[in-house]
């Protein structure tokens, strides 16, 4: 089911990612980041060891917890993301896109099978916002998407956004950020393939930089982003 993952990883899903910038604002402004060589080795330390790593294998155990219909697995996954955010810009930003999907998703599937209520209970039963990888997962899984094309998509719609805000911020031209995307194909797929093996325990990250750059991005004097 390629169509349903090119619309749920597009960058036009009006989700509001793109008023985001995963702390990469605060990196540019302090000159973390300055050039795209930059942003490149940011994106593959992310990759190894951050946190889209460790949120995209939560994003595969609500996929996994949707396809058993293990609801009580899901809430659980979704409160164990929660508590992994360093900083409340990354909650509240992985909460507002979260519920943004499942709000949208429900209005497109009544459009086409009157689905619309099975999103909404899921919602509702989750009892609390849902974070945008568990709800990348329940889709994906309702959309009877391929699990490893579905990981695939997910960590292709992150880097499309970090370096979309990365051309901003720099700035880079497009050209250059489209380079900067197709050398990172081969690194996307490896690492999609390390995190369909994690197990529970294997589920931690390194992702300190991004939160001392949340930090410092909240109270940043100028800003376009809103983390």
């Known amino acids: 089911m390629i169509l ?10 009006p989700l509001g990612a793109y008023s985001y910038s995963d702390g990469l604002e605060t990196l540019v402004e302090t000159g973390s980041i300055a050039n795209a060589e930059d942003l490149n080795h940011w994106l593959i330390q992310d990759l190894n060891y951050g946190a889209i790593r460790l949120e995209a294998a939560l994003m595969m155990r609500a996929f996994q917890s949707f396809i058993n219909q293990d609801l009580a697995s899901i809430c659980h996954w979704n409160s164990w993301l929660s508590a992994s955010k360093e900083t409340s810009e990354l909650r509240l930003q992985s909460w507002q896109m979260g519920n943004s999907l499942l709000a949208l998703m429900g209005e497109i599937y009544q459009a086409n099978n009157g689905d619309h209520d099975y999103f909404q209970y899921i919602k509702s039963a989750i009892d609390q916002p849902c974070n945008y990888a568990i ?5 994906a899984a309702h959309s009877q998407i391929d699990p490893q094309t579905a990981l695939l998509g997910y960590l292709h719609s992150w880097a499309t956004h970090i370096i979309g ?7 880079l031209g497009q050209t250059i950020g489209q380079k900067l995307l197709w050398q990172l194909s081969p690194t996307l797929t490896e690492i999609s393939q ?6 529970d325990d294997d589920l931690v990250s390194c992702s300190w930089g991004l939160g001392l750059a949340s930090m410092a991005h909240e109270i940043q004097y100028t800003r376009l982003f809103r983390s």
């Open 4 to 13: 349903p993952l090119l619309q749920l990883s597009s960058p036009a899903l």
């Open 165 to 171: 805000a990365g051309v901003k911020l720099i700035p």
């Open 194 to 199: 390390q995190i369909l093996m994690l197990n």
């Open 135 to 139: 709800a990348f997962g329940i889709t």
